[in-house]
């Protein structure tokens, strides 16, 4: 039955909300209510409203196309395009439902109408050892990226082109590169064995500088160009493209902390999704701009004290 799916959704973000502090439960409930508060804004007109019934269609297609309980879903459910369309519907639900207090409100039966077609997509992007090249173009010890490319190289490629191609385009390239960096978020959600973390440094303290300034390199060298060309086209936009690119090192530093804050070997982190999506969307929420710096500092400390169970101290 389709409530079935829903009840398992229900489980793992329960699961992983008694995982969070009081802190970050309340910053949670605060980010939840302004992005609710930022929808019923956005259909108040149009085209507004527009493209936020499209950014949301766009979210289900690529929830749709990486899920990785589709093949289950749609083998062992009885309804299976019900359940998925009802479990992204509900999910949806508080962007969505503000349209019907708005003059738009027809967005709603609009966006529900596109969303089932959603649920009929099967194509999915599998996990192969591929590329090999970026193992010799990526440095050994970041692994994270070499794996994470590997995996996700063609939907990369396309977005960064995007951004590239498209950067006369006032703040979409800073879209993209945000979209991209999202995606980057995913390659800390594993740990690597015991072995491989201890070859990368001699105690917590180098371990973690070294992955900080590691990744610095690479997210210059990534959004560098396209903040470049922007502010070519938008030269007023070029210290946005700055501010973007430090928030955007905190909540990737962020998300390593938070890696390792929780390390065990070989384990997949999962429970850290939740917080790193709040992390990334403070990125676009100028309410919560100094929120990923604060969430660097809290966390460094927990990641060090961490470490020290697998790597000898400072």
């Known amino acids: 039955m389709p409530p079935n799916l829903l009840r398992v959704?229900?489980?793992?973000?329960?699961?992983?909300?008694?995982?969070?502090?009081?802190?970050h439960k309340g910053l949670f409930c605060l980010l939840f209510l302004t992005l609710t508060a930022i929808s019923y804004s956005n259909f108040q007109?149009?085209?507004?409203?527009?493209?936020?019934?499209?950014?949301?269609?766009?979210?289900?297609v690529f929830t749709q196309l990486f899920r990785p309980d589709k093949s289950f879903v749609l083998l062992h459910l009885?309804?299976?395009?019900?359940?998925i369309f009802l479990e992204y519907a509900v999910i949806s639900l508080p962007f969505i439902l503000p349209a019907l207090f708005s003059p738009?409100?027809?967005?709603?039966?609009?966006?529900?109408?596109?969303?089932?077609?959603?649920?009929?997509?099967?194509?999915?992007?599998?996990?192969?050892?591929?590329?090999?090249?970026?193992?010799?173009?990526?440095p050994p010890t970041a692994f994270e990226w070499i794996a994470g490319f590997r995996k996700n190289f063609p939907l990369l490629v396309v977005v960064y082109a995007l951004a590239l191609a498209l950067s006369w385009v006032k703040m979409l390239p800073l879209l993209l590169l945000w979209l991209f960096c999202?995606?980057?978020?995913?390659?800390?959600?594993?740990?690597?064995?015991?072995?491989?973390?201890?070859?990368?440094?001699?105690?917590?303290?180098?371990?973690?500088?070294?992955?900080?300034?590691?990744?610095?390199?690479?997210?210059?060298?990534?959004c560098l160009p396209v903040i470049f060309?922007?502010?070519?086209?938008?030269?007023?936009?070029?210290?946005?493209?700055?501010?973007?690119?430090?928030?955007?090192?905190?909540?990737?530093?962020?998300?390593?902390?938070?890696k390792y804050s929780t390390y065990e070997p070989n384990k997949t982190l999962n429970s850290n999704l939740l917080l790193l999506t709040f992390a990334q969307m403070s990125v676009v929420l100028p309410f919560f701009i100094l929120l990923p710096i604060a969430l660097v500092f809290r966390q460094y400390r927990k990641a060090k004290q961490n470490l020290t169970l697998y790597l000898p101290p400072c």
């Open 78 to 83: 009885a309804k299976p395009h019900q359940a």
């Open 9 to 23: 959704r229900f489980l793992q973000f329960r699961r992983e909300w008694r995982t969070l502090g009081l802190l």
């Open 182 to 222: 999202g995606i980057i978020l995913g390659f800390y959600q594993f740990s690597e064995p015991l072995l491989l973390l201890r070859t990368c440094g001699q105690n917590p303290a180098t371990l973690l500088k070294k992955k900080l300034l590691e990744m610095g390199e690479l997210l210059l060298f990534i």
């Open 229 to 258: 060309l922007h502010a070519v086209f938008h030269p007023w936009l070029g210290l946005a493209g700055l501010a973007f690119l430090m928030l955007q090192f905190c909540v990737l530093a962020f998300a390593i902390l938070l």
């Open 104 to 138: 738009n409100w027809f967005c709603l039966f609009i966006f529900l109408a596109g969303l089932f077609p959603i649920t009929f997509l099967r194509t999915s992007f599998q996990i192969q050892t591929r590329f090999v090249f970026l193992g010799k173009i990526l």
């Open 45 to 60: 007109e149009q085209p507004n409203c527009w493209f936020l019934v499209g950014g949301l269609w766009m979210a289900a």
